[in-house]
């Protein structure tokens, strides 16, 4: 399945610092994560997060990331960092990912003990009926995201009725074969532009983004062939 005049969403993931989030709305970045799940070496506070938020550039925007966090946190980060997206990491469930009237995505682990074949995503949309859209992450089941392994992307089909971020081991290296090759709605990359967890190195950022860009551009051009 082709895409006819799409581009692929760009979110950087583990903000720490205001440059950073700076930096990535002048490059042409959707979003930008701010992490709030307990043991993530990206995990900031909702305050760090609140202050973060004045330096996002127009029409980026501000995602608030948890892995069983319980409920009255994920409303408190609701509350002070106004993020227009959820995203859950853990074992949550529908019914709670709803519950606080923002629209979510629902990561899936495409690790140790997820299986081999390609993704039903009927079923995924049949259990988190209330998705926006889900993120395929490399970690396995019952393990923390962020180790900065990729997973085998042939187990995705492009699918435009169901939007989907591909996400794990995203480098600039491997940016334009993920980009390519699944056709996703959006990228989500942490740890492949980093010099060090949460500190995000500049040139690395701008050559993920160029990557993206680059297979955006051949894609076109086989449309127009």
């Known amino acids: 399945m082709?895409?006819?005049?799409?581009?692929?969403?760009?979110?950087?993931?583990?903000?720490?610092?205001?440059?950073?989030?700076?930096?990535?709305?002048?490059?042409?970045?959707?979003?930008?994560?701010?992490?709030?799940?307990?043991?993530?070496?990206?995990?900031?506070?909702?305050?760090?997060?609140?202050?973060?938020?004045?330096?996002?550039?127009?029409?980026?925007?501000?995602?608030?990331?948890?892995?069983?966090?319980?409920?009255?946190?994920?409303?408190?980060?609701?509350?002070?960092?106004?993020?227009?997206?959820?995203?859950?990491?853990?074992?949550?469930?529908?019914?709670?990912?709803?519950?606080?009237?923002?629209?979510?995505?629902?990561?899936?682990?495409?690790?140790?003990?997820?299986?081999?074949?390609?993704?039903?995503?009927?079923?995924?949309?049949?259990?988190?009926?209330?998705?926006s859209g889900f993120l395929f992450d490399s970690h396995g089941a019952g393990e923390a995201p962020g180790e900065g392994r990729t997973f085998d992307w042939k187990r995705l089909r492009p699918s435009i009725e169901t939007p989907f971020f591909v996400s794990g081991g995203l480098t600039p290296d491997n940016a334009f074969d993920a980009a390519y090759g699944t056709l996703p709605w959006g990228v989500d990359v942490s740890s492949g532009i980093e010099s060090a967890p949460g500190l995000k190195d500049g040139d690395l950022m701008r050559r993920f983004v160029e990557e993206v860009r680059r297979a955006d551009c051949k894609e076109l051009k086989e449309e127009g062939e």
């Open 2 to 131: 082709k895409r006819t005049l799409f581009r692929t969403r760009i979110k950087f993931c583990g903000m720490t610092r205001p440059g950073d989030v700076r930096l990535a709305g002048e490059l042409g970045v959707d979003a930008v994560g701010f992490v709030f799940a307990h043991g993530s070496p990206r995990r900031i506070d909702p305050e760090e997060a609140r202050a973060m938020r004045t330096a996002l550039s127009p029409l980026v925007s501000p995602v608030a990331v948890f892995r069983n966090n319980d409920g009255d946190e994920v409303r408190d980060v609701v509350r002070r960092v106004r993020p227009t997206l959820l995203q859950f990491h853990g074992g949550e469930e529908d019914a709670f990912c709803r519950s606080f009237g923002l629209p979510y995505i629902k990561a899936v682990a495409m690790g140790a003990g997820s299986g081999d074949g390609v993704v039903d995503l009927i079923a995924l949309r049949v259990r988190y009926a209330g998705a």
